[in-house]
């Protein structure tokens, strides 16, 4: 479940960030130095957030898969064939007929990558609810 919300969601933002030249000229060296952040990180806010239970687990694996999926599209986009733009244009498509002809066909090889990259087998019960010293504080 994670895996797919990261996936969803990366693929949302990073479309944005790369359909978008200043939203990707503000927002991707945020993204970039989030990414580089270990996960594990995050893990005292996703507690607070969603508490010791399965939502904490499934908020770390999606967000290891969110930063790996949202880089790739976006530098996908930017690297894409400008004729395939052009054909857009021409056919007068909109946004969203955009994106689901043109971008998404387009970035399968990306998206592809992505999923490689991002690695959803997380031990987020070894990590997160192993009974010890802390666990009972919860």
Request: glycine share 10%; aromatic share 8%; proline share 7%.
């Given at each position: 479940?994670?895996?797919?919300?990261?996936?969803?969601?990366?693929v949302a933002v990073g479309l944005a960030l790369g359909i978008?030249r200043t939203t990707g000229q503000v927002f991707e060296p945020?993204?970039?130095?989030?990414?580089?952040?270990?996960?594990?990180v995050f893990l005292p806010i996703l507690l607070i957030l969603?508490?010791?239970?399965?939502?904490?687990?499934?908020?770390?694996?999606?967000?290891?898969?969110?930063?790996?999926?949202?880089?790739?599209?976006?530098?996908?986009?930017?690297?894409?064939?400008?004729?395939?733009?052009?054909?857009?244009?021409?056919?007068?498509?909109?946004?969203?007929?955009?994106?689901?002809?043109?971008?998404?066909?387009?970035?399968?090889?990306?998206?592809?990558?992505?999923?490689?990259?991002?690695?959803?087998?997380?031990?987020?019960?070894?990590?997160?609810?192993?009974?010890?010293?802390?666990?009972?504080?919860?």
């Amino acid at each position: 479940a994670g895996f797919a919300i990261g996936s969803a969601i990366g693929v949302a933002v990073g479309l944005a960030l790369g359909i978008n030249r200043t939203t990707g000229q503000v927002f991707e060296p945020v993204v970039e130095y989030l990414a580089a952040t270990p996960k594990v990180v995050f893990l005292p806010i996703l507690l607070i957030l969603f508490g010791i239970g399965v939502g904490s687990k499934i908020s770390l694996a999606a967000l290891s898969c969110f930063f790996p999926m949202t880089l790739s599209l976006a530098a996908g986009v930017r690297g894409m064939n400008p004729m395939f733009l052009r054909v857009g244009q021409t056919l007068n498509l909109s946004l969203a007929q955009r994106i689901r002809m043109i971008y998404l066909p387009a970035l399968v090889p990306p998206i592809s990558i992505a999923r490689l990259e991002s690695n959803p087998k997380i031990d987020g019960k070894g990590i997160i609810s192993t009974p010890g010293t802390s666990f009972d504080l919860w």
